[in-house]
């Protein structure tokens, strides 16, 4: 199988986390096996530290992390999360574990989260999008304790990936095997902001004839306040495996329950005006928070304090207004079965089944007057009636135009409080995205060994069924306990209305044929292709009302979009001079299909008519990529228990019209409020990126070790572009240059693509003086850009986190291991920009800050 490793994630990864990276030998199992292979307990952590062995055995860059590690950075962190400190690896969020999915943003080598893949014990998670349509995050399908490891391909992923979405790299999740003996554990964890953790896990042991068989079930629930608001992360999941492994067959059974709910974050809007004139456009935007925290519970003073009687929040405030609430909730169901057979001594054949089942909404309670655009054609019934001029703006219930002569000021105000006693009579509304996933998919591999060539055949077919509705409803006066973050609007009260309604049925095929050649006993040569099919057709059973979607003209698009890649090739090869020392390379071309996401976001079917879809449909072109990637790495043991492990990695990617959903509806700037608007799909043509990663391990002794990484990328867009409001948009293949839009044309040629810093680097620190382990990490992220024409940048951030933990006995009847840990993630209490919103606006982003320092308390105990 085509997969560089890297040791130079690998080392980095390695040092990073006290007792590490597995390596897999030449003859190392194939993926479907290795998946399944026994990973150590929590309770059989190796003392050493900082044991780290370099993945030299393939031709891409791969580097993985045993779930040892994973809870040493946090307990019940999401692995996500966890890979933060690996080197081209930005993963950013507004909660220490990374469980909030609505703010997490993650980059890998100048790609964005829904253009890598991503699995779990090689079931297909989909592209990671908030509101996802097509899959669910690591930590939805794998409780974090149970997880074995993680692999990261930071540069192309492996051939037999199941993702239609990896552009660039992947992350691997697997879960952790049952263990052969008997044994509970048992993690609480206790911390800032009334947080608690609890795990438990029971292990039954080898059981049945010949101990073939073994299993476990395990629960968690996590509950912990947000830091800046009166809202509370929390939910329960629920896994359960069970292994028969007789002689040359395997059958694995896996179970996964989630419900969570998540109380989001809001952003604040930041503009930054470069004139006078600029100043007085947009005095609202000086008003710039450091956090904007919800009111809720405070019901009343919300409505008396902070809103006017019509609905309106301050106009002062501008986009940077609060909600009452905003929340995600989630529950999944995730299951698969897999067979593994032993055909002959060279073939072997692996077959999986899984299903997942989604429904989850995400809620947004907030004034009314910043949705009235929406509420207003669905709830007033003079609207068809009114002049255009007439109708209410933003953040203006009932408030006459001044351009309308049609109404007096008498008039208006009694319509916006005949609106606000539409929905409640409390002055807010709640909006919904409610969600529904139904996926049932196939992955099969045969793996036929012929003399030095190892080749393997294999496929995986997905069908999905999506529904998202986009609904609204009253907040009742009276009864505001029916509006709270821990309820789905939808299981206590009727929708005022639906505003719109789709759904899409997804056909997913993915093909490939790859060959290992060991050419002699220091030459790998690896190469093969893969295919990439999907069939889409996105449908709207429920249109939005004329009015009440800004950007639509006639209804929103229907249609099939079809997209067959029958031929992406990758080669590569790896060179082992002496045991020591290797270098390697990987070629491989991407494709990243459409999204087929029916409730806004990037895809064609939210396009602003059926005209603009049609042309996409039959001119337009994904995404697609070529990854060139060579490397350097050594391995060297100096003795006396002194190591260095290093590695230089370069690379380079010539990424294909690069698409960007241009939002008709920037409510970021323009203070359009929580009511959304359709996109314009714009292809801006070329992206090339350039980039190096370097990494050192160094281990002195058996209780030291220090690791640093540094890596470097400069992804520049290729042209301009231009955008209309019926067309897909084109690249201009010139560049005008400066950071004004030009006659339509906007400045994009020459510019750093946003959000992503040019230098990151990562260091960790580890001591082990007997009973006693601490830990320091420190994580550098460079100046980012924060809009498309690089007209404003956020500054560079250090944020540093530490862990001491001290084993109160280790393999003392009844106890095998029991530990105290103390966690302090931002210990120097950092303060500044995190996760940013990109403004399609000149001078205009969106922002969410930096968690304060918090501290976390871990008691676990095997038995």
């Known amino acids: 199988m085509i997969r560089i490793s890297a040791s130079l994630t690998a080392l980095a990864i390695s040092l990073a986390f006290p007792a590490l990276a597995v390596a897999r030998d030449a003859g190392a199992a194939p993926e479907s096996e290795a998946a399944a292979a026994p990973a150590a307990a929590p309770a059989d952590v190796a003392d050493d530290v900082s044991t780290i062995i370099v993945t030299g055995t393939q031709a891409r860059t791969s580097v993985e992390l045993p779930g040892t590690e994973i809870q040493k950075i946090l307990p019940g962190i999401s692995p996500l999360k966890a890979i933060q400190t690996l080197p081209g690896v930005l993963y950013i969020t507004a909660d220490p574990w990374g469980y909030n999915e609505q703010n997490a943003q993650i980059f890998i080598h100048g790609f964005a989260a829904n253009q890598l893949g991503y699995t779990m014990d090689g079931i297909p998670l989909g592209d990671q999008s908030y509101g996802n349509y097509n899959g669910l995050s690591p930590q939805r399908a794998v409780i974090s304790e149970n997880v074995g490891r993680v692999v990261v391909s930071t540069g192309a992923g492996d051939l037999a990936t199941a993702s239609n979405s990896n552009l660039g790299g992947t992350v691997e999740t697997y879960s952790s095997a049952p263990l052969d003996h008997l044994g509970v554990q048992v ?24 101990g073939a068989n073994s299993a476990y079930i395990s629960g968690a629930r996590q509950h912990a306040r947000a830091w800046d608001f009166n809202g ?15 002689g040359p067959n395997k059958l694995t059974l896996y179970f996964d329950y989630n419900d969570f709910t998540q109380p989001n974050e809001d952003a604040t809007v930041f503009f930054v005006p470069n004139t006078a004139a600029g100043q007085t456009a947009w005095p609202d935007q000086l008003y710039t928070p450091y956090t904007k925290p919800f009111f809720y519970p405070a019901f009343n003073t919300y409505r008396s304090a902070y809103l006017n009687p019509f609905g309106n929040s301050p106009a002062a405030e501008g986009s940077n207004y609060r909600n009452y609430y905003s929340d995600a909730q989630r529950t999944d169901y995730l299951a698969y079965a897999r067979y593994d057979a032993r055909l002959s001594d060279n073939v072997s054949w692996s077959n999986t089944g899984y299903l997942h089942h989604n429904d989850g909404v995400g809620v947004v309670a ?67 995205t409610e969600y529904r996933i139904d996926r049932v998919g196939v992955i099969s591999a045969l793996d036929v060994t012929l003399g030095n060539h190892k080749i393997e055949f294999g496929g995986w077919y997905e069908h999905n069924r999506t529904t998202q509705w986009r609904r609204w409803y009253a907040v009742p006066v009276g009864n505001a306990g029916l509006s709270t973050p821990y309820i789905r609007p939808l299981d206590v009260m009727a929708p005022l209305f639906t505003q719109y309604q789709g759904e899409a049925r997804i056909e997913q095929l993915q093909l490939h044929l790859q060959d290992s050649w060991q050419a002699s006993d220091k ?23 004329a009015g009440s979607l800004s950007g639509l003209t006639g209804g929103l698009p229907q249609g099939k979009i079809d997209t067959k890649k029958w031929f992406l090739p990758a080669v590569g090869a790896k060179y082992d001079f002496n045991g020591h020392e290797q270098i390697y390379f990987n070629v491989q ?38 990854t060139y990637e060579a490397g350097f790495r050594t391995n060297r043991n100096f003795g006396g228990d002194v190591s260095l492990n290093a590695q230089i990695n370069y690379y380079h990617v010539d990424f294909s019209n690069r698409l960007l959903a241009i939002s008709t509806n920037p409510g970021g700037i323009a203070g359009g409020g929580i009511t ?69 044309v906007v400045p994009t040629c020459g510019k750093l693509l946003p959000g992503i810093p040019k230098w990151l680097n990562k260091t960790v620190a580890t001591v082990s003086v007997g009973p006693f382990e601490t830990q320091l990490i420190g994580d550098y992220v460079g100046r980012r850009f924060a809009t498309f024409s690089n007209d404003v940048s956020v500054k560079s951030y250090f944020l540093t986190s530490l862990r001491v933990a001290v084993k109160l ?28 919103s990109i403004g399609s606006a000149v001078n205009g982003y969106s922002a969410y800050p930096i968690p304060p320092r918090q501290f976390f308390v871990t008691l676990s105990a095997a038995y």
């Open 187 to 210: 993690t609480q964890t206790l911390g800032s902001y009334d947080t608690s953790r609890t795990y438990g896990r029971f292990d039954t042991g080898a059981f049945g004839p010949d």
């Open 676 to 744: 959304g608007g359709t996109s314009i799909l714009v292809n801006v043509g070329n992206v090339k990126t350039d980039g190096v990663d370097a990494a050192l391990t160094l281990r002195l002794g058996r209780n030291v070790s220090l690791y640093n990484a540094a890596s470097y990328n400069l992804s520049k867009y290729q042209s301009d572009y231009t955008s209309t409001a019926t067309g897909i948009g084109a690249a201009t293949g010139t560049c005008i240059g400066g950071y004004l839009v030009v006659g339509g």
């Open 809 to 836: 006995t280790d393999d003392v009847a009844p106890l095998r291991k029991a530990e105290l840990a103390l966690n302090v993630t931002n210990l120097t209490q950092e303060r500044g920009k995190s996760t940013l």
């Open 366 to 432: 907030g004034p009314l007057g910043q949705s009235i655009t929406t509420a207003q054609p669905y709830l007033d019934p003079g609207y068809a009636a009114l002049p255009a001029n007439c109708r209410f703006t933003a953040n203006n219930n009932g408030v006459r135009p001044a351009a309308c002569v049609a109404l007096t000021d008498a008039q208006a105000a009694a319509a916006g409080q005949a609106l606000v006693a539409a929905t409640g009579g409390s002055g807010l509304i709640t909006r919904t």
């Open 589 to 626: 071309k991407n494709l990243r299909q459409y999204q087929a996401y029916l409730a806004g976001g990037g895809g064609p079917w939210f396009t602003g008519s059926q005209a603009a879809f049609d042309l996409f449909a039959t001119q337009g072109k994904p995404e697609s990529s070529w």
């Open 523 to 545: 030459l790998l040569v690896q190469a093969g292709f893969k295919t990439s099919a999907q069939w889409a057709d996105g449908r709207f059973p429920v249109q939005p009302k």
């Open 232 to 246: 509370t992360q929390g939910g329960w999941q629920a896994n359960a495996k069970f292994v028969h492994d007789a």
